[in-house]
């Protein structure tokens, strides 16, 4: 891959990254980066002075490692409170800054300074200590992207709860899951949200799930519709404005831990119960920070946003990590592309929206409208494009880099996950970009790429592994310590084994290449999906594709590649044998797909990433295990009913 971007001084003079190697004496980025991951006593006091986080009590040690690092624990005895560091200090050096803008989908627009904000998260404190929640007990939220998930988050960490954010989409039976796992007290949601035009009956949905989750003994309601009809059940349920009437806003943050537990969220497991990812105040404050300061490089009053729900690890990246800066987060509640096609470049351009972050899925999803979209608005606020979710295809990062960016923003691509509480990779503005890498490991991760012995491998694909533990790795899985050790540490004693492919070019740009456990083996021969996907996505007429191994009787696996086509293109022969030719150029005739069968949409999460396992387990007749996560569920009977044919 070329280099697409390189850092002009200009940049380089005001990077946050820059300054960091300034203060640690490192004028080389990448030495900063092995320093950093070989020496966290040295690193991360620095950059949690550096990027202004404020601990109440300073810690013993920055990380002790006698339970092992599967179980290691950080900022050793230091006490801090999270949303004294995201919004009460900045309520009091920038008052009148925006800490949280929103629209909804019918165009209403509000926000809050970071004065209202604090005001408004303390009372909401305050009415959560009303209502029996105690340090540690679990508030679970079920909202729209806007200024009342920040209340809510910043709330329970104000009073040392630990909140539960539930994905937005869900049907009942998936937030009853997480309800009962979880033992929620209080659950907060809103009378109803808009997507996509419709209504969604938020409020009757946590009915329906509280029923079945029998720790509830509050829900909090936000009268977002304002509607007149919503159900509320006597004794149990009031909504905000009550729950907040009266209160002083006069309780001060609580002084926690550094470990104590902050956030349980849930990411989807491959069959049946999801995993309960814990995090704490510490670790995870640092981290995120971290993060969104030197790989994104968001600055004090900056409109960040990222196409994202609560319920995924890029919420809670803009939530705590924008706000720990200072920066604006802008919340859209609905699609980004509706009422119209070009919603997201409106609201960049109508937010001066700096830092902007997508998934590559998404951005193959808006290429279809086309770049006239893109170019009646202007975009001249963007300055860092933040990308994450899955492998790139060339294609669409080239259009994201210069229809959307103008060739001058950088693509700061960078793969982590809810488990590890920030990112693994990540490129950075302090060095040249090349298109579709992840540039290398995020500061303060000791990453490798190793063989199936634990061999580290260059040149070659192989595993995504760390070897040493980190500030935002999740303290484990609720309530099951063994399935935490069995999904990452059991397979290579003494380091997390991430399940992700990837590669070190001679360059030393790392990329990835899909999950490992989607891999396909064909005749012997190992690829990763991704990879077949960009052969065809090349092809104009193909939006977005999913490439699956199925069982074959001679070669053990073959290929099928399902295909989204853009608006007005139809499938044909003809088109099948063109994106067959493809991927045999691209990648060789042993790779050439058995099939290509071509759908009207895949399916996807609300965060657009494609979910390949389901597709598969359509294709093979399999369980597809947690599909609580996809937006269009719909999707799977046409792609059962193309396999039958």
Same mark, same amino acid.
């Given at each position: 891959m070329e280099i697409v971007w390189t850092p002009t001084p200009e940049v380089l003079e005001q990077a946050n990254v820059v300054r960091l190697m300034g203060r640690l004496g490192v004028d080389n980025y990448r030495e900063l980066q092995r320093r950093s991951a070989q020496d966290p006593d040295w690193f991360w006091p620095a950059a949690i002075e550096d990027m202004g986080l404020e601990f109440s009590q300073q810690w013993d040690r920055v990380v002790d490692l006698s339970r092992g690092p599967e179980w290691a624990t950080w900022f050793v005895g230091g006490k801090l409170n999270l949303a004294w560091n995201c919004v009460h200090r900045w309520a009091e050096r920038t008052p009148e800054v925006a800490a949280a803008n929103w629209e909804s989908e019918d165009g209403e627009r509000h926000g809050l300074t970071y004065r209202e904000l604090s005001e408004r998260v303390t009372r909401f404190a305050e009415a959560l200590v009303s209502l029996g929640v105690e340090p540690g007990d679990r508030v679970a939220y079920f909202l729209p992207m806007s200024p009342e998930v920040s209340i809510v988050s910043h709330a329970c960490a104000h009073?040392?709860?630990v909140q539960v954010p539930v994905f937005s989409g869900f049907a009942a039976p998936a937030v009853a899951q997480r309800l009962q796992d979880a033992e929620a007290k209080v659950v907060v949601t809103a009378d109803g949200s808009l997507r996509r035009g419709r209504e969604v009956p938020m409020?009757?949905?946590v009915d329906e799930a509280a029923r079945e989750s029998p720790s509830v003994e509050h829900v909090v309601v936000w009268r977002r519709l304002g509607r007149d009809d919503v159900p509320m059940t006597r004794g149990r349920d009031l909504f905000d404005a009550d729950a907040m009437e009266g209160r002083p806003g006069t309780l001060e943050p609580l002084q926690v831990d550094s470990e104590h537990p902050y956030l349980l969220t849930y990411t989807s497991g491959t069959t049946g119960k999801p995993k309960g990812v814990v995090h704490v105040q510490g670790g995870f404050l640092v981290s995120i920070t971290r993060e969104v300061a030197y790989q994104a490089d968001a600055k004090a009053g900056e409109v960040v946003h990222f196409v994202t729900d609560m319920g995924w690890i890029m919420g809670p990246w803009e939530v705590v990590g924008g706000n720990a800066l200072g920066c604006t987060v802008l919340f859209a509640e609905g699609a980004p592309d509706w009422p119209a096609a070009d919603r997201l470049w409106s609201l960049v $351009?109508? $937010?001066q929206i700096a830092v902007l972050g997508l998934s590559p899925t998404l951005t193959r999803a808006l290429i279809p409208h086309g770049r006239e979209l893109v170019e009646q608005h202007d975009l001249s606020s963007l300055r860092v494009l933040v990308t994450t979710g899955e492998p790139?295809?060339? $294609?669409?990062?080239?259009?994201?880099?210069?229809?959307?960016?103008?060739g001058r923003c950088p693509i700061i691509n960078c793969s982590g996950g809810t488990e590890v509480g920030a990112c693994f990779l990540s490129a950075c503005l302090a060095e040249p970009i090349?298109?579709?890498?992840?540039?290398?490991?995020?500061?303060?991760?000791?990453?490798?790429?190793?063989?199936?012995?634990?061999?580290p491998v260059r040149g070659e694909v192989g595993e995504l592994v760390c070897r040493k533990p980190f500030p935002g790795m999740t303290r484990g899985f609720w309530r099951d310590p063994e399935r935490y050790l069995d999904t990452y540490w059991r397979r290579l004693p003494g380091v997390w084994v991430h399940g992700d492919w990837a590669s070190i070019d001679e360059d030393g740009y790392w990329f990835l290449h899909g999950r490992s456990d989607d891999t396909l083996n064909i005749a012997g021969k190992r690829v990763g999906p991704a990879e077949l996907e960009s052969a065809v996505v090349a092809h104009p007429v193909v939006a977005e594709a999913a490439a699956v191994g199925v069982p074959h009787e001679v070669k053990g696996e073959t290929a099928w590649i399902f295909c989204a086509l853009v608006p007005g293109a139809e499938p044909s022969e003809e088109l099948e044998a063109e994106l067959r030719a493809l991927v045999s150029a691209e990648l060789g005739k042993a790779f050439a797909p058995e099939r290509i069968l071509f759908v009207g949409a895949l399916p996807k999460t609300r965060s657009a990433k494609i979910v390949r396992r389901a597709v598969r387990a359509k294709a093979v007749g399999a369980d597809p295990g947690d599909l609580s996560s996809l937006e269009n569920p719909e999707t799977l009977a046409e792609i059962e009913a193309v396999v039958r044919g």
């Amino acid at each position: 891959m070329e280099i697409v971007w390189t850092p002009t001084p200009e940049v380089l003079e005001q990077a946050n990254v820059v300054r960091l190697m300034g203060r640690l004496g490192v004028d080389n980025y990448r030495e900063l980066q092995r320093r950093s991951a070989q020496d966290p006593d040295w690193f991360w006091p620095a950059a949690i002075e550096d990027m202004g986080l404020e601990f109440s009590q300073q810690w013993d040690r920055v990380v002790d490692l006698s339970r092992g690092p599967e179980w290691a624990t950080w900022f050793v005895g230091g006490k801090l409170n999270l949303a004294w560091n995201c919004v009460h200090r900045w309520a009091e050096r920038t008052p009148e800054v925006a800490a949280a803008n929103w629209e909804s989908e019918d165009g209403e627009r509000h926000g809050l300074t970071y004065r209202e904000l604090s005001e408004r998260v303390t009372r909401f404190a305050e009415a959560l200590v009303s209502l029996g929640v105690e340090p540690g007990d679990r508030v679970a939220y079920f909202l729209p992207m806007s200024p009342e998930v920040s209340i809510v988050s910043h709330a329970c960490a104000h009073v040392g709860a630990v909140q539960v954010p539930v994905f937005s989409g869900f049907a009942a039976p998936a937030v009853a899951q997480r309800l009962q796992d979880a033992e929620a007290k209080v659950v907060v949601t809103a009378d109803g949200s808009l997507r996509r035009g419709r209504e969604v009956p938020m409020k009757e949905i946590v009915d329906e799930a509280a029923r079945e989750s029998p720790s509830v003994e509050h829900v909090v309601v936000w009268r977002r519709l304002g509607r007149d009809d919503v159900p509320m059940t006597r004794g149990r349920d009031l909504f905000d404005a009550d729950a907040m009437e009266g209160r002083p806003g006069t309780l001060e943050p609580l002084q926690v831990d550094s470990e104590h537990p902050y956030l349980l969220t849930y990411t989807s497991g491959t069959t049946g119960k999801p995993k309960g990812v814990v995090h704490v105040q510490g670790g995870f404050l640092v981290s995120i920070t971290r993060e969104v300061a030197y790989q994104a490089d968001a600055k004090a009053g900056e409109v960040v946003h990222f196409v994202t729900d609560m319920g995924w690890i890029m919420g809670p990246w803009e939530v705590v990590g924008g706000n720990a800066l200072g920066c604006t987060v802008l919340f859209a509640e609905g699609a980004p592309d509706w009422p119209a096609a070009d919603r997201l470049w409106s609201l960049v $351009e109508r $937010e001066q929206i700096a830092v902007l972050g997508l998934s590559p899925t998404l951005t193959r999803a808006l290429i279809p409208h086309g770049r006239e979209l893109v170019e009646q608005h202007d975009l001249s606020s963007l300055r860092v494009l933040v990308t994450t979710g899955e492998p790139w295809n060339p $294609e669409p990062y080239r259009w994201l880099h210069e229809v959307v960016g103008g060739g001058r923003c950088p693509i700061i691509n960078c793969s982590g996950g809810t488990e590890v509480g920030a990112c693994f990779l990540s490129a950075c503005l302090a060095e040249p970009i090349k298109a579709c890498s992840l540039g290398g490991p995020a500061l303060g991760m000791a990453m490798d790429v190793v063989d199936a012995e634990g061999r580290p491998v260059r040149g070659e694909v192989g595993e995504l592994v760390c070897r040493k533990p980190f500030p935002g790795m999740t303290r484990g899985f609720w309530r099951d310590p063994e399935r935490y050790l069995d999904t990452y540490w059991r397979r290579l004693p003494g380091v997390w084994v991430h399940g992700d492919w990837a590669s070190i070019d001679e360059d030393g740009y790392w990329f990835l290449h899909g999950r490992s456990d989607d891999t396909l083996n064909i005749a012997g021969k190992r690829v990763g999906p991704a990879e077949l996907e960009s052969a065809v996505v090349a092809h104009p007429v193909v939006a977005e594709a999913a490439a699956v191994g199925v069982p074959h009787e001679v070669k053990g696996e073959t290929a099928w590649i399902f295909c989204a086509l853009v608006p007005g293109a139809e499938p044909s022969e003809e088109l099948e044998a063109e994106l067959r030719a493809l991927v045999s150029a691209e990648l060789g005739k042993a790779f050439a797909p058995e099939r290509i069968l071509f759908v009207g949409a895949l399916p996807k999460t609300r965060s657009a990433k494609i979910v390949r396992r389901a597709v598969r387990a359509k294709a093979v007749g399999a369980d597809p295990g947690d599909l609580s996560s996809l937006e269009n569920p719909e999707t799977l009977a046409e792609i059962e009913a193309v396999v039958r044919g």
